[in-house]
């Protein structure tokens, strides 16, 4: 369909969201990554019967995480959609970067410059 | 393909029309030996499930759950799909046929196309969007669907200027303005045909305004508008103005039982619940509370879950139902449109709407029709294939199957169910040439890696101007070379060209690469095609990645250049970073038990294991009672009047003469270990516990049948003249002349069916006791029958037999849930007092025989659902892998099953869903080993803590604590989701080909980007 | 098995806020099995903390291991090599508290944090969710009440039948607690032992327990 969206969106996949694991959205956090979301498809409809559920929860995991270090949950997130909602797609990734905007720069690198900044 | 040797029979098939029912035909025979043509006049397969937005009842999406099955039929080496072609006639016979071949020209070779679309994008003409149903336009060089198979564009000569820009631009020197048509044959065993119907054109029907009001669409045309891909994007708009519409109205039964505008007496079978699933998901699309109404005669959700489906629609979703019949459609202002109906009671009413759906029906075209004629094959009176319900699939001329919406019409998974049926036939008088024509690969032994340093080769594809006219391909390329580990660079054209994959092996052997990434388009459409490269080079095809530089890049960043190229380089290396940590990894293969069992010896069971048996696979046959039959011992006569009795006994006959059944009768099945292809079931004697026999075999087929439900009202068991259906066809058959004397009968319908406690249709009921009806009607033509019902469910050709039954003069009379008929017996005679809708009063009719339509239920089976732990539905009936597409498959790999244990069925589909359960066992049974993806699921035993989370959290129930004292996952049952891997506490389990540590580092190298480009020197 | 939960990441983050490397330490004993501090969740800790640190601009490096268990000093020995090779300012340890003080027996001038609150002793009702079933009393009697224990399960305890707080089953301090003298009896009424709870059971002799201060099991058979 070739519908624009942000280029900063950079895609790495993944068999099933099922096999999304805690440690992989923090390791994107850790690494600096300003957002981080799980697109799986839509609930009720995973090919592996639970796993997009299953997702879900590890999701608001790390929401609950990042809000105990002070960091917005908001930058990780999961969204539903099946094979044939195109449009849906780019437009989750232009909601996602216009969120992100708004949240600014991940603390993670902020915080590494401010230190590098000080010395 | 080996030359047609003396008289042996060719070993391939030739299938006529894709759709699902075709595809799925063509996939079951080339899965199970038989070299396939699939013949289709379109540039791409698929027929009409890419067009629809949703499926009923369970609204998945339709492209989503069809599109696999294209890439499968497309990529299979055994299917050679022939597009934009026609069968002009065919000669010979069974075993022996030549078929001759109109190939229409499609102007660009789909060998060389791509599918980049450059030409779409610079054709200056547009043309009618047949795929949008004519809502939008598209170019004349065009593709029908982005997910179209094959992915290669087509010119449409009839619009098309000849302007000559897209040859000038096509890189890929695709474009062949100068083709012709062509004749040519293929020599093929047996035809299946699936040409699929029509949909009803409504210009005839000018009192609906179809014709000439852009606010009254067809189903079809709805469909598209509710979908994604569609020509609004699945906004709801109407066509008027783009305004969302606050109404809209369905109109039942256009084109569909009605001998008045066309001769379409017969009923189409799907639009109701096709018109309840368009109101719901409208709704759904609407972001106004958004009224919706259906007109509709009777309400035929007869399916498995339909009736809860129409619940749900006017319960949950407020969706309107009106029983009425409409005569005009009226433009009114503002591009509304007024409806003038008759309600039940003969009251004229009329009502305005948005927007207004004409429920379109299906007919042969004309098209098929001819070509039925030129092959001579008989059709019905309706132009579609006649069949007989005990062969369902085969046609008049031997050698030559029918399966699909041409045998009458029917919704998706009866469809899929015929044409594995026409498979499993088709299969049958070919058996001996099993494998004779079939492709394998031949390749090159695998070149050992292990303990090599990673030498990375990178090939980045300029995609024709897909990839190299947006992002920078030169500077990925450069920046790829200085990458870890990457031992050779280079860009492409195309990198999937044929010259480009030979080159890419020759690099292989050249510099010893060991791992390599391909950045270029997608790899759900180009993955399986660079693995089977690497692997001709030698390397383990799992030391492939992927970095996504076009679909992901390129055509989403067109307008941000230097931000696709940039995204670009974050891509390739990441690719690299994991490319470097592949491991190749071993596809497990492990031989088969060639044998199958079947449970239950109703006439599934039977029709099951004797076409398992006529293709040679033993099989044994397991009956709970001692006697074969099952229900179809108490039937008489099929509607159409075919003999039951004697088709059931001469089927008993064959399955016990035949050289390759066993059969077990007085036998359940108790216990069942192991994996698809690899089973070993404990079978018992019913009557002494004690006798115990175990059989291995490869497939199971569970049709353990179902009975018909004892009625708890109507004086039934209290009174002696209240029967059931199969009670009344028991006596029929001891002596009709009984019921000689017999002034009054009435039957009730949905006795103990669509009630809140048993809330499905048993589907078979209505036409059962209209035939009945009939028969007694027959006996005494001067007896008083009165039917009383909720709907009249008399799907596809059965509506003859209500039209002939309201002929003959048989009082239908309707009454509703909540006015129930009520029986006395007080005087003497038996009373049914029942409110008449159309009159608006009540009759008490005084009858000498009342006949109870009683639910179907399922056989309980509980040591069958415990042994091969498979599941059931709310009202006990086994549940399939998938509703639509997988009707005959269970979850579990290899077990399969048919019959009334699926859903209530008539005998003819009960025979075509056998048939299709044989077939499917027999792309198990066919294949000498079977050999399982390598993407499992590993346990590491030192790891393990044996803390039971992957024993909880698998969706399949395969892991287990292992003897030895820590989880082992078979991978034989593993389905490689990782769901146990993301959770396991220990990081005992790792999902081959994706590992925490491929993941994270491919994660590491995305987000290194400003590490990447301080040590590129920027 | 011991039933134990990670601490706030807030807390952690206040124990640790003036070190620069340490070294966490796992378990794989009944802390994995109740996903409390296995290997997995020594990633997720350590990923946690790196990011928290990052982002106060004070990055912190964090080496993981594993330990087959943190209740005997031999697989304590396997921290040896580590910390004597590397400059850890501390050691955090996710086992139960029982590892820490291992930890900080075996190393005598490292400092060593517990990432985890020991709970109780308790199984799994379902993944995802335990409970609590004993308390170490030291002398189980629980075949006296149909086989569930009153003393760790009951919220006070009580040997003689239920409190006045007992309605419908559950317990009064919160309605997600069953009355485990409601379970008592109705196991002993299905076990036809309903006559047994007329025997008075006599006030406990706690000396077993914690009262006779920190135990200890010896077994002359196995000691060396």
């Known amino acids: 369909m070739r519908l624009n969206y942000p280029t900063n969106i950079r895609i790495i996949n993944v068999p099933c969201t099922g096999r999304v694991d805690i440690l992989h959205l923090l390791k994107a956090i850790e690494d600096g990554a300003d957002g981080v979301y799980v697109v799986g498809c839509l609930e009720g409809d995973c090919h592996y019967l639970t796993g997009n559920l299953k997702a879900r929860k590890r999701v608001n995991y790390v929401k609950k995480l990042l809000e105990e270090m002070g960091i917005e949950p908001g930058r990780v997130e999961i969204y539903n959609l099946s094979a044939a909602q195109g449009p849906r797609f780019a437009e989750i990734a232009r909601e996602f970067t216009a969120r992100i905007k708004e949240l600014g720069p991940t603390p993670v690198r902020a915080g590494g410059k401010a230190k590098e900044k000080a010395a | 393909m080996a030359a047609k040797s003396g008289n042996s029979k060719v070993g391939s098939v030739m299938v006529v029309g894709a759709g699902i029912a075709g595809i799925q035909a063509s996939l079951d025979l080339a899965e199970s030996g038989f070299y396939v043509h699939l013949v289709d006049a379109s540039p791409s397969i698929g027929g009409l499930m890419p067009q629809l937005d949703k499926t009923f009842p369970t609204n998945d999406c339709s492209m989503c759950i069809v599109s696999p099955k294209l890439v499968d039929a497309g990529r299979h080496l055994n299917i050679n799909i022939i597009s934009n072609t026609e069968v002009d006639f065919v000669e010979g016979e069974v075993g022996n046929f030549t078929a001759h071949l109109v190939n229409h020209p499609r102007f660009i070779d789909p060998v060389k196309c791509t599918g980049c679309g450059v030409c779409k994008q610079h054709c200056p003409v547009t043309a009618v969007n047949e795929f949008n149903e004519g809502l939008d336009r598209r170019a004349a060089t065009y593709i029908k669907y982005p997910q179209a198979v094959p992915l290669a564009y087509a010119i449409d000569r009839e619009t098309c200027i000849g302007c000559g820009l897209c040859e000038k631009l096509c890189l890929a020197k695709a474009v062949v303005y100068a083709e012709e048509e062509r004749r040519s044959t293929l020599e093929v065993g047996a035809i299946i045909l699936a040409p699929g119907n029509e949909v009803f054109d409504p210009t005839a029907f000018d009192t609906y305004s179809y014709a000439h009001h852009p606010n009254v669409v067809t189903s079809l045309e709805f469909e598209r508008i509710l979908s994604a891909s569609g020509p609004y994007q699945g906004h709801l708009m109407r066509p008027y103005d783009r305004e969302e519409p606050k109404s809209v109205a369905w109109l039942q039964c256009v084109g569909s039982r009605d001998i008045n505008h066309c001769d379409n007496g017969y009923c189409s079978a799907v639009c109701c619940m096709y018109a309840i699933k368009e109101a719901v998901i409208a709704k759904e699309h609407s972001h106004e509370p958004l009224d919706t109404a259906i007109f509709f005669m009777d309400m035929r959700t007869y399916g498995k879950d339909f009736e809860k489906y129409y619940e749900r629609a006017r319960e949950e979703h407020g969706v309107r139902f009106i029983r009425s019949r409409v005569h005009t459609v009226d433009p009114v202002e503002e591009g509304r449109l007024k409806i003038i109906y008759t309600d039940e009671e003969g009251k004229s009413l009329e009502e305005e709407f948005d927007m207004v759906v004409l429920s379109s029906g299906f007919q042969p075209s004309k098209r098929t029709v001819e070509l039925a004629e030129r092959l001579g094959i008989e059709l019905n009176e309706h132009n579609f294939a006649e069949t007989s319900s005990f062969e369902p699939v085969k046609t008049s001329r031997e050698g030559i199957f029918v399966c699909g919406a041409f045998r009458d019409p029917k919704d998706i998974p009866i469809s899929v169910m015929e044409a594995s049926a026409a498979a499993a036939a088709a299969a049958a008088p070919l058996v001996e040439s099993r494998f004779t024509l079939t492709k394998t690969k031949e390749l090159p032994a695998e070149r050992l890696v292990a303990g090599e340093e990673p030498r990375v080769g990178v090939f980045v594809c300029n995609c024709g101007i897909n990839i190299g006219g947006y992002a920078d391909v030169p500077a990925v390329r450069d920046y790829a070379r200085n990458l870890p580990n990457v031992v050779h660079v280079e860009d492409n054209l195309f990198t999937c060209s044929q010259d480009t994959q030979e080159k890419i092996r020759e690099v292989i052997k050249e510099k010893d690469i060991n791992r390599v990434v391909v950045a270029s388009c997608s790899p759900r459409t180009h993955e399986p095609m660079f693995q089977e490269t690497i692997r001709e080079a030698g390397l383990n095809k799992y030391l492939f990645e992927m970095a996504n530089i076009r679909d992901q890049d390129t055509w989403v960043h067109q307008n941000d250049p230097q931000g696709a190229t940039q995204k670009a380089k974050d891509l390739v290396r990441s690719a690299v970073a994991k490319a470097a940590l592949l491991d190749p990894l071993e596809q497990t293969v492990l031989g088969l038990n060639k044998v199958a069992l079947v449970v239950g010896g109703g006439v599934a069971g039977m029709v099951a294991a004797l076409s398992l048996a006529d293709q040679g696979f033993p099989v044994h046959l397991v009956e709970k009672t001692g006697e074969l039959g099952g229900n179809a011992l108490k039937l008489r006569k099929t509607w159409k009047g075919e003999d039951i009795g004697s088709y059931v006994k001469d089927l008993v006959a064959r399955v016990q003469s035949h050289e390759h059944i066993t059969l077990h009768t007085n036998t359940q099945v108790v216990a069942n270990t192991g994996f698809v292809g690899n089973f070993d079931t404990i079978l018992e004697k019913v009557d002494d516990p004690e006798q115990k026999t175990t059989v291995q075999h490869g497939v199971s087929i569970v049709a353990t049948g179902g009975k018909e439900s004892r009625p708890t009202e109507y004086l039934y068991g209290e009174d002696d003249r209240v029967l059931t259906a199969l009670e009344l066809d028991s006596r029929l058959k001891e002596d009709g002349n009984g019921f000689k004397n017999v002034n009054r009968a009435v039957f009730i319908q949905c006795v103990g069916s669509r009630e809140p406690e048993r809330p499905y249709c048993s589907k078979i009921c209505c036409t059962h006791s209209i035939e009945s009806a009939l028969q007694l009607k027959e006996l005494n033509p001067d007896m008083n029958v009165y039917i009383l019902y909720r709907d009249i469910r008399t799907y596809g050709f059965r509506e003859e037999l209500y039209k002939k039954a309201r002929a003959k003069g048989i009082i239908f009379i309707r009454y509703s849930l909540e006015r129930k008929p009520q029986v006395s017996n007080g005087s003497g005679s038996l009373q049914v007092q029942v409110y008449d809708p159309i009159l608006g009063r009540d009759l008490v009719i005084p009858a000498d025989a009342l006949v109870l339509a009683s639910a179907v239920l399922p056989n309980e089976a509980k040591e069958v659902v415990r042994a091969l732990k498979v599941n059931q539905n709310a009202e006990g009936f086994f549940l399939e892998a998938h509703m639509k597409l997988r009707p005959v498959d269970f979850g579990s790999d290899g077990l399969f099953l048919c019959g009334l244990a699926h859903y209530p069925k008539s005998i003819d589909e009960a025979i075509a869903q056998a048939q299709a359960a044989a077939a499917r066992a027999a792309t198990v049974l066919a294949k000498d080993v079977i050999t399982l993806g390598a993407v499992k699921a590993v346990v590491e035993p030192d790891k393990c803590a044996v803390c039971l989370t992957c024993v909880r959290t698998c969706p399949f129930g395969v892991p287990y604590i292992g003897e030895d004292g820590y989880a082992v996952i078979d991978p034989a049952g593993c389905h490689g989701c990782g769901a146990c891997v993301a959770e396991c506490p220990g990081k005992a389990i790792s999902l081959q080909h994706f590992t925490d540590k491929q993941l994270i580092a491919k994660t590491e190298a995305l987000l290194l980007k400003e590490i990447g480009e301080a040590a590129a020197g920027k | ?224």
């Open chain 3, 1 to 224: 098995m011991v039933v134990a939960e990670r601490k706030p990441i807030e807390e952690i983050l206040d124990m640790i806020k003036e070190f620069d490397k340490v070294l966490l330490t796992g378990c794989k004993g009944c802390v994995t099995v109740c996903n409390a501090g296995g290997e997995k969740e020594v990633g997720i800790l350590a990923s946690a903390l790196k990011i928290a640190r990052k982002k106060e601009g004070r990055e912190i490096e964090i080496d993981e291991i594993t330990l087959e268990r943190q209740c005997d000093p031999e697989y304590i020995d396997q921290l040896e090599d580590p910390i004597s090779k590397n400059n850890y300012d501390a050691v955090l340890s996710m086992a139960c508290s029982v590892g820490p003080q291992y930890i900080a027996k075996r190393f005598d001038t490292v400092l060593v944090y517990p990432m985890l609150n020991t709970s109780f002793i308790g199984g799994s009702l379902e993944h995802g969710v335990w409970a609590e079933f004993c308390q170490a009393c030291g002398s189980c009697a629980i075949h006296n009440f149909g086989g569930l224990c009153p003393i760790a399960r009951c919220a006070k305890s009580l040997m003689n039948g239920p409190c006045g707080g007992s309605s419908g089953g559950k317990c009064e301090i919160s309605p997600e607690t069953d009355c485990v003298w409601h379970l008592i009896y109705e196991r002993m009424s299905r076990l036809g032992q309903l006559d047994k709870l007329g025997n008075v059971v006599m006030f406990k002799d706690w000396t077993t327990s914690r009262d006779g201060g920190p135990r200890k099991i010896v077994r002359e058979d196995l000691k060396q």
